[in-house]
């Protein structure tokens, strides 16, 4: 590490607050009543229903989510025997993990014990705090005899993470890796340097998915483990001892297929790469320096496949890929260990990972969506949101099937489901409209989407999903050798003229049509014929907007290039405003932790009149209703009830007369300031003669500017992935225009909703 790189890390643990973690309490502590349900005499409650029944822990205590990650600082990673203190940053690092990946809660414990029965006593007196005991960085081979003694005496899982979290990722490298290089696991000659919790369980698993015992030669800091060799030797690594009087790792790596290296920095040399089999498989692990670097390896031979356990590297096999989620499925049946059956199967959720497409997430984290199954990428990347879905059910299933499991879940679709919840926030609002949008497509419904900006790779990996879910059947306007380039070089399966329909905007025989039916509609708007067969070619959202309006498409999605405006302005054009519309205005939802709120107009109306928002408020309160919400409105300002002399606050109160004659039978109240509209609480105080109940969930705004910039802000505060919009009202067929900003998961939301727009029953 350099001198900048070394700085950035000590400030990133030093501020603003010392270390990375803290304990955030999950219930409201505000009143004297809250007082006395969180603690005495409430609390007592809670303790008497344990009494009576232990299991009830995992219902009033955070116990069945807690996994105590614990230590004794023995062998830290490549850091080697630093003592418990020193090891607390690492420890409070696994915590984070935990949390950011599986949403799995922490303490870390750092004890200074290093006799094994001690640190088994006192690690077996925190039974009644943990739903998990997570070992890590404890030193072989005492950690193979502190697991096994904790194992046998609670009656949680107990899992080293540095052997069992190790093994499985490794596991998968490795069989990816063998997949990738063509050859055989009954076949290879595996040596490795490191004799330790890693290495050895590394081998142990390996074994039992087909490697032979014969085929492996362990090395550590004495050399070879021979048969008969005295030191530094104990019963688990000899099992691994090789009848030979090879006595270096230098002779025994001759011809070998695999090097797997759990040991420390630097240890395998050039020239004992140079001497290894044909396309070897060399996974350096040692943490923070790997045995070798990549580019030492690359400069002696050019067919060797790397993996490091670094995130500056390729391929980075560490057990980050398995240890949040194998806790998440074993926690969430709970399972009263985690046993070989639960390792084997997250081995094949993670090796099976690598080989689908990549995903956006973590495209947008490592800069590059290129990564296809290859040597550059054997195993998926550690922010991969895909792994939880992936690997937390493949563990619990494992453990049901196993007999392991107390709180088996029923239905592992929908605990699948629900974990999708924890990946994308939009999940449990989709879910019912995904549903309602295949039945259209299995129904024969209105579902031919357009989507005018075919050649965008967010597109087309949404494309690919909707197809795959059967959502809609898209069109893509592109030119169709783009598209077959970008879809080989994403990875996708799209199949044109079959899974999609393509409109070529340099050629396609309908042309003709839709140029002349644009001139027809604007040439007494100044546009010559020229002009129109020019524009028609090179305006992708008029051509989109075109097919709509003569039936080529039921919908249209648009936005992903260009300004919200200039999207507009050819969709005005082509469809228009739905008849008796004045106006057009944009609504988004955001999905928040604590409520689901829409936000309206967004992009159109720079100061619209209170008949433009009173007719906005109407249709944005029946999108919601298509959405399966009930509206709950709140026309804001920043006068609340006539509190504040603004021409806002008269103008909104101008726009309720005009909606509650417009639609009477909806909950309508204004005007208010934000926090009166959100908090119930609030308004009762400030506003009691309102009307409204509850949390309003229809932000109605001013103008654009307020609702543009309370979206963004709203947004931004509440992380990624909780906008679904914008929804473009007002317009006479379902169009709807995205921005620059759209993800993959929007552009997916939003080609399901516009399929329920299309088949909206008129009413
Ligand atoms: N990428 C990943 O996900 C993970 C990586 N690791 C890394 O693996 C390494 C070992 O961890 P762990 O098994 O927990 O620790 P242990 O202390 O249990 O084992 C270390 C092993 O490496 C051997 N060793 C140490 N130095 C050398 C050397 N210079 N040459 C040859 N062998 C050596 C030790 O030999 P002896 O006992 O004879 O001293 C011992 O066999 C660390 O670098 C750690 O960071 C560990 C877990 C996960
Ligand atoms: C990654 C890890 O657990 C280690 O290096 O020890
Ligand atoms: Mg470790």
Redesign the pocket.
Known sequence: MNSTDRQAALDYHEFPTPGKIAVSASKPLVTQRDLALAYTPGVAAACEEIVADPLNASRFTARSNLVGVITNG??V??L?NIGALASKPVMEGKAVLFKKFAGVDVFDIEINETDPDKLVEIIAGLEPTFGGINLE?I??PE?FEVERKLRERMKIPVFH??QH??AI?VAAAFINGLKVVGKDIREVKVVT???????LTCLDLMVHLGLPLENIWV????GVVYRGRQT?MDPTKERFAQPTDART?AEVIRGADVFLG???GG?LKPDMVAAMAARPLILA???PAPEILPEEAHAVRDDVVMAT?RSDYPNQ????LCFPYIFRGALDVGATTINREMEVAAVYAIAGLAEEEQNEVVAAAYGSYDLAFGPQYLIPKPFDPRLIVRIAPAVAKAAMDSGVATRPVANLDAYTEQLQQFVYHSGSFMKPLFAAAKKQVREGGKTRIVFTEGEDERVLRAVQVIVDEKLARPILVGRPEVLLARIEKFGLRLRLGEDVEVTNPEYDERFHQYWTSYWELMCRDGITKEMARVEMRRRLTLIGAMMVRLGDADGMICGTVGGYNDHLHYIDQVIGKKPGAATYAAMNILLLDKQTVALVDTHVNDNPSAEQIAEFTVAAAEEMSLLHLVPKVALLSRSNFGSGSSASGSKMREALRRVRQLAPELEIDGEMHGDCALDEALRLKILPMSTLKGAANLLVCPNVDAGNIAYNLLKTAAGSNVAVGPFLLGANAPVNILTSSATVRRIINMAALTVMEANRQPG
């Open positions: 023995t062998a990673l490549g080697g960085d030193k072989a950690c993470d540095d979290g190790t990722t340097s490191g004799a330790g919790a890693a290495a090395t550590d800091i004495e530094l790792l759990l040991s420390a240890v692990l040692a943490n356990g096999v560490n057990n980050v």
